[in-house]
């Protein structure tokens, strides 16, 4: 039975698509759409598994990932 586990994926507009990241293991993909990019990069993110080797999955695993807003001065 395959298990699941939750990641992070932070989606930015780029030109006339989307860019979906998945900080812990460093995985873009892109789309047309929001709801394209984040789909994408589930399907990154299952094949990587399929194929990936367990230490390549923990070289490249960051499990502390802290998402936050920050207020500079600028100018």
């Known amino acids: 039975m395959k298990r699941t586990q939750q990641f992070t994926a932070i989606i930015q507009r780029e030109d ?3 860019v979906a990241l998945c900080p812990e293991l460093d995985i873009a993909s892109q789309g ?3 709801e394209q990019a984040r ?3 589930i399907e990154a993110l ?3 598994f399929e194929v990936a080797d367990p230490s ?4 490249r695993l960051h499990p502390e990932v802290f998402v936050t ?3 500079v001065a600028i100018g």
């Open 69 to 71: 807003r920050l207020e």
């Open 46 to 48: 299952e094949l990587f």
């Open 56 to 59: 390549e999955i923990q070289n």
């Open 16 to 18: 006339d698509g989307y």
């Open 39 to 41: 789909h994408n990069l």
């Open 32 to 34: 047309k759409s929001v």
